[in-house]
């Protein structure tokens, strides 16, 4: 997937170890690596800036595959379900629909579109009774989220895959002038030091991050008082510290920008137009931390019709066509999606790649640069490339675990050896995963 380095600017001389793939019709396998490897290349590339001498990248290809799935196998306990108990796919009158009601308020977002009772019973019964279109619009219209089935052909007539068609797969704003700060990084620990101030929930973004702890990275995520993810944070909130601010208040705006202003990295999944709305746009931003890189990232695109859409990797899935495409080519009698959350996974390594490449120009004296990426732009990259006939990887076993155990708040566990190998600056993390909210929101 040559347009992954050429999107970061990457050389893409990464080696690759391994054989199999994760079963699809499409080439998961080789995105998982070439997302994988473009953070390694991205170390490498700006270790060679800072003056270190070259690295050879080598990406484990059942490794990454792995990883796109959950890293942390619990020891004697277990993780709570992954799922609502009314999120996931109905039949509608004309096709199929996805309900994603994890979220409270985009649980109560769909029960109000479809007026029923909030049994699984009686939303299979109202949904059955509307065309997929109809009751994804009217569900988005009360402030929730939900998705038609598509086929690829479908979404390449929509107005909004036409959009992101047109988008880069990475969009860099321009440079601007200015100097970053001497984060202090070391040749093995080439981010150490470096403060990335995380605002992504669910789930590229968090990848993200993870990644960029795994090089040293001071990850400090920030979420509302009321979030949790219990399902998630066990897996991606590994070698971060975890807190909480009230952005819809006085104080904790206040608190934010400090942070802002002591941040290096700004990482943000919120909607486009979320911060804006809260008094922290890019013109705020810009005032506060002039110095600051920003990645950023959406759901749908950041043009077109459905730019400020809420969506996840599933609910993209089925609007993009990979859904009905992995129906068709499994013989299912359901959608049938990506067998891991591969848009999340991959864009969530192209983000920290996109943030390894402003730092190695940054460093190059070639000014600050800010990134954009999306998971239908991500998706849109996949569907270019079907998948070959190489064999299934086996279940994750007791060899593709790390040796040490883990001691995490839930209890212990065992974490997947890392996926990427960079020759003098090997990926590991400092602490293990944390509570949400579990750190004052301060810097250390």
């Not at 509302?224 to 208040?249: H, I, N, T, Y």
């Not at 708040?409 to 602490?431: C, F, H, I, K, N």
């Amino acid at each position: 997937m040559k347009e992954i380095s050429q999107a970061l600017g990457l050389p893409g001389a990464w080696t690759e170890t391994g054989q199999g793939s994760l079963p699809s019709c499409f080439a998961v396998s080789d995105l998982a690596s070439a997302s994988v490897a473009s953070v390694g290349e991205g170390i490498a590339t700006l270790r060679a800036a800072l003056g270190e001498t070259p690295a050879e990248v080598t990406v484990d290809r059942r490794l990454a595959s792995l990883w796109f799935s959950f890293s942390i196998a619990p020891q004697g306990w277990d993780l709570p379900p992954a799922w609502d108990d009314l999120a996931g796919d109905y039949r509608a009158a004309d096709g199929w629909i996805k309900l994603h009601t994890n979220a409270p308020h985009h649980r109560a977002a769909a029960i109000r579109a479809l007026k029923c009772a909030e049994t699984r019973e009686d939303v299979a019964r109202a949904v059955s009774a509307w065309k997929a279109a109809d009751l994804e619009a009217a569900v988005v219209t009360e402030g929730g989220v939900a998705a038609e089935m598509r086929s690829l052909a479908e979404w390449a007539k929509h107005p909004q895959s036409k959009a992101v068609a047109a988008e880069p797969l990475v969009t860099w704003d321009t440079p601007r002038a200015g100097k970053i700060r001497d984060w202090g990084g070391t040749p093995e620990r080439p981010l150490q030091g470096l403060r990335v101030l995380d605002l992504t929930r669910i789930l590229a973004g968090p990848v993200a991050t993870r990644a960029l702890a795994g090089y040293g990275a001071d990850v400090l995520r920030i979420d509302p008082v009321d979030w949790e993810e219990p399902s998630l944070a066990p897996d991606v909130a590994l070698g971060k510290r975890c807190a909480r601010l009230d952005l819809r208040s006085p104080e904790g705006r206040a608190q934010f920008a400090q942070l802002l202003a002591g941040a290096d990295l700004f990482v943000n999944g919120y909607r486009p137009d979320a911060l804006e709305r809260l008094g922290l746009g890019a013109a705020w931003r810009a005032e506060v931390a002039p110095q600051l890189m920003e990645v950023r990232l959406c759901a749908y695109g950041w043009t077109g019709p459905w730019a400020q859409r809420r969506g996840y990797d599933s609910l993209v899935q089925m609007s993009a066509g990979l859904a009905a495409e992995g129906m068709g080519w499994s013989g299912a009698e359901n959608p049938a999606p990506l067998p891991v959350q591969a848009l999340d996974h991959a864009t969530g390594y192209l983000m920290a790649a996109a943030a390894l490449t402003a730092l190695r120009d940054a460093v190059a004296g070639k000014g600050i640069m800010n990134a954009r990426l999306s998971l239908a732009r991500t998706a849109a990259l996949l569907a270019c490339y079907p998948a070959d006939d190489r064999a299934a990887f086996a279940p994750a076993g007791k060899a593709d675990f790390g040796a040490y155990l883990e001691q995490t708040p839930w209890g212990p566990a065992r974490r997947l050896a890392p996926p990427v190998s960079v020759t003098g600056a090997p990926m590991s993390w400092d602490r293990p995963a944390c509570n949400l909210g579990s750190s004052p929101p301060v810097w250390v």
